[in-house]
């Protein structure tokens, strides 16, 4: 096979790639991880109860994303802070955007509507993408989808996910997928292998405690519901409206008549899910778009004709000079230095003001005062909302100016946003700057 120019949409998605992973770190979760990693790491056994707030200490709660936990720790310890962060999201993203490109080729034996769909799912992935475990939970989702394809291979589901519930609590998106394909097919010999899969994930290390886990977020939807990635999505948000892009593939895929309405066994409950939850569009964006390939035969023509016409000199000069280039810029991304998000946490200016205490804060700089400081400077809260539930609303409450909830926890200091509604409140109330940068505030109780 020659290489031609449709080989640049192939390609296109890692050049992209290669920066979005260095943008400024913004991500919280990945910071508690790597702590809950390194105690793991020490008592050779999964946390079974919360180490790290002063309210919740002691009280249940597990680390459903053990085995990334150990992962995080392990690379931390030979790197400096984070810098092996882009790098990791880098190599399981681009395994994921890889495996949606081959699942549209197996179905379309396209490589430009194979390439097309990698950049479509690369833009819906963007906003997402970061080192916490959701993105491994991308990566096994788009392998499993391969997997699907392909009878001989169905098998490799039951290891796959056993190590999806042990990476990350969306594990049931791939039950649900290999569930509804099985139907789907009316394959008796995929059900049972959906059910062996589903079996093994109390296999794993907290056994039956996985089920303690799953009931923990279930019985704390209010708390999720606070949390931004948790809502609706809004898909008139820039950032959000490249699945608007997946839809109206899939919508194509139907008129031209590449699926067959038996396919929306599938494809119906993706598009549902799809529009429960902000955090959710990743998922769907992933089986959807590889069930938009149109199946070889239509699509397929087109490309064997492209495969077997010419390729001249020129054209494929050009073509390798282009590929160059995105190699190369995929490569001044990745060494572009970690930096801090200053939107998201505070500078060492506010946080060296700090005093061993509890310390109100939103739930991002929650996660980064427990990577920083603990157990010195313990948190108030941070995002685990299977732990904290009704304290996440409060600080949804406080954070939209309520001040009243610093005094019902008898809260002394606080980190706030400088132009935000609390830190009005706050220093009304005759609160003291203790410490300030150009986007944040440490702010002390008046003292009697």
């Known amino acids: 096979m020659r290489v031609r120019r449709e080989h640049l949409l192939v390609f ?11 943008l400024p770190f913004r991500d919280n979760a990945v910071l508690w991880h790597i702590r809950a990693g390194e105690l793991q790491t020490v008592s050779a056994s999964v946390l079974t109860t919360d180490p790290f707030s002063v309210s919740h200490g002691g009280m249940a709660w597990r680390t459903q994303s053990w085995l990334v936990d150990l992962l995080y720790a392990w690379l931390e310890q030979w790197g400096s802070v984070l810098a092996w962060a882009p790098l990791l999201t880098f190599t399981v993203s681009a395994v994921t955007i890889l495996a949606i490109g081959l699942a549209s080729w197996m179905g379309s034996k396209s490589v ?6 990698m950049i479509v799912g690369a833009a819906v992935l963007a906003p997402f993408v970061a080192a916490r475990p959701t993105v491994f939970s991308y990566a096994l989702l788009a392998v499993l989808v391969v997997v699907l394809k392909l009878e001989r291979l169905w098998w490799i589901g039951i290891p796959l996910l056993w190590v999806w519930a042990s990476v990350h609590g969306s594990f049931p998106v791939g039950l649900g997928l290999m569930l509804l394909t099985a139907v789907t097919l009316r394959s008796r010999k995929l059900a049972v292998i959906t059910l062996a899969s589903a079996t093994t994930i109390v296999l794993g290390a907290h056994g039956l405690g996985i089920f303690e886990i799953m009931g923990a977020f279930v019985t704390n939807r209010e708390a999720l519901s606070v949390i931004q990635e948790w809502q ?7 950032f959000l409206m490249p699945f608007l892009v997946v839809l109206l593939g899939l919508a194509l895929a139907f008129v031209r008549g590449g699926l067959r309405p038996r396919d929306s066994i599938v494809l119906a409950p993706f598009v549902l899910y ?7 569009l990743p998922y769907a964006a992933i089986v959807l778009l590889a069930a938009s390939a149109l199946r070889r035969g239509s699509e397929g023509r087109s490309e064997q004709i492209a495969d077997s016409r010419h390729v001249p000199a020129a054209e494929r000069s050009v073509v390798g000079v282009a590929l160059a280039a995105i190699v190369v810029l995929a490569v001044v991304g990745l060494m572009r230095p970690v930096e ?3 939107e998201r946490f505070p500078s060492t200016q506010v946080t060296d ?8 804060s939103d739930l991002a700089v929650g996660g980064y005062l427990i990577y ?3 157990p010195l400077h313990p948190s108030f809260v941070d995002d685990r909302a299977e732990l904290f539930g009704p304290k996440i609303v409060d600080v949804a409450l406080a954070s939209d100016g309520d001040a009243r909830v610093l005094d019902a926890y008898d809260l002394q200091m606080a980190i706030v946003k400088r132009l935000g509604p609390l830190a009005a409140a706050l220093t009304a109330d005759g609160w003291n700057v203790r410490a300030r940068d150009e986007k944040w505030l440490l702010l002390a109780r008046e003292g009697p």
């Open 112 to 117: 430009a509507g194979a390439g097309l769909r």
């Open 340 to 342: 801090w998000s200053i």
């Open 274 to 280: 799809a529009f429960a939850a902000q955090r959710n």
């Open 353 to 360: 003001a700090l005093t061993p205490q509890e310390t109100f």
């Open 372 to 374: 920083r400081f603990w």
């Open 12 to 22: 296109a998605p890692f050049a992209a790639l290669g920066w979005v992973v260095t």
């Open 232 to 238: 609706r999505p809004d898909l008139l948000n820039p």
